[in-house]
């Protein structure tokens, strides 16, 4: 098995320059790749950040030199319109000097509401978030000027002018089906959040055979396990209610109803709690036994980025490596 260990500048949970100091940290410590959400609004209030990641990025791009990067993910149908992501992602990719992936997905309530038109059934956003794929690579083509009407987005001679050698390579995120198929037929780039065999086998049928995937797996480290523990519970409890309700909550209050029966030993159950290496270790092959190429994990806490770069290069990353080059 291989899989490259990631790091995830989490927005949700720290500042803009505390999360590009993370990243070059993550970069010193020999972390393979960085990925960074784009959110508007945090899960929980307690999680208390949300910057914008594209700002962010451009930061990271210029004070990084070896990492790759990633939006996990960006949304390109409500707060952003296409042809603005094709831009955002031609500029980041010269920044980062070709280390910049686009990652794509259908989004989700809690952050795209803020355009203020609404948040139709999950099939119309499927429509428009296959539109809008389509018009981001023909964009990255850059085959002169570009004309597009289709039922929800319209582009009449738009060109992006600073496009970077070599293209941007994009990431869909997959849940099912539908969107794997997309993302066979459209990406370079499979993104998952669990490991489930079958959504690698259904990319695969659909033209995504031999291309990466990249998954995402939140972890709390800490040496005092119980500690870990009541953190993971207080600022990551929501992950355990699944996408299809994780789509649709409009607000953090939502998601404090929602997950106020969660449980520590819920939490804990779930994620791996503590600095226990091995613990880790066994999570992600779950995610290597489903075929994924890249792995980035979630330390859990703003405040509890160092020491777990720290514990990282120590103890985890040689046995990662050990488990998984």
């Known amino acids: 098995m291989s899989m490259q260990l990631g790091y995830t500048m989490m927005t949700e949970q720290a500042g803009p320059k505390d999360l590009v100091a993370h990243v070059v940290g993550a970069e010193e410590v020999g972390f393979d790749f960085a990925v960074s959400s784009d959110h508007y609004f945090p899960w929980l209030d307690s999680m208390g950040h949300a910057p914008n990641a594209w700002v962010t990025l451009g930061a990271a791009a210029q004070a990084t030199s070896r990492i790759d990067l990633m939006t996990y993910v960006t949304c390109p149908t409500f707060r952003y319109r296409p042809a603005v992501v094709a831009q955002q992602a031609a500029t980041l990719q010269i920044l980062a000097d070709g280390r910049f992936t686009l990652g794509l997905g259908s989004g989700e309530n809690l952050n795209e509401h803020v355009a203020g038109e609404g948040w139709p059934a999950v099939s119309v956003r499927q429509e428009m978030f296959t539109e809008a794929v389509q018009?981001?690579?023909?964009?990255?083509?850059?085959?002169?000027?570009?004309?597009?009407?289709?039922?929800?987005?319209?582009?009449?001679?738009?060109?992006?002018?600073?496009?970077?050698?070599?293209?941007?390579?994009?990431?869909?995120?997959?849940?099912?089906?539908?969107?794997?198929?997309?993302?066979?037929?459209?990406?370079?780039?499979?993104?998952?959040?669990?490991?489930?065999?079958?959504?690698?086998?259904?990319?695969?049928?659909?033209?995504?055979?031999?291309?990466?995937?990249?998954?995402?797996?939140?972890?709390?480290?800490?040496?005092?396990?119980?500690?870990?523990?009541?953190?993971?519970?207080?600022?990551?409890?929501?992950?355990?209610?699944?996408?299809?309700?994780?789509?649709?909550?409009?607000?953090?209050?939502?998601?404090?109803?929602?997950?106020?029966?969660?449980r520590e030993d819920d939490v804990e159950s779930s994620i791996p709690c503590g600095d226990d290496v091995d613990a880790v270790i066994e999570a992600a092959t779950e995610y290597a036994d489903a075929g994924y190429t890249h792995l980035a994990l979630v330390q859990i806490g703003g405040d509890q980025q160092q020491p777990y770069l720290e514990w990282t290069q120590r103890e985890l990353m040689p046995a990662w490596r050990k488990a998984f080059s």
């Open 135 to 262: 018009l981001i690579k023909e964009l990255l083509a850059g085959d002169g000027y570009t004309t597009f009407h289709g039922d929800h987005f319209h582009a009449d001679g738009v060109k992006i002018w600073d496009l970077p050698d070599g293209g941007v390579p994009i990431g869909i995120a997959v849940s099912g089906k539908k969107s794997c198929e997309l993302a066979g037929e459209y990406a370079d780039v499979m993104i998952g959040t669990e490991p489930k065999p079958e959504l690698g086998e259904m990319f695969d049928a659909a033209g995504g055979a031999g291309k990466n995937r990249v998954g995402q797996m939140p972890i709390s480290f800490g040496t005092d396990k119980a500690a870990a523990v009541t953190r993971a519970h207080e600022l990551f409890r929501w992950f355990g209610l699944g996408w299809k309700v994780n789509a649709d909550l409009p607000g953090t209050a939502g998601f404090e109803a929602a997950s106020q029966f969660v």
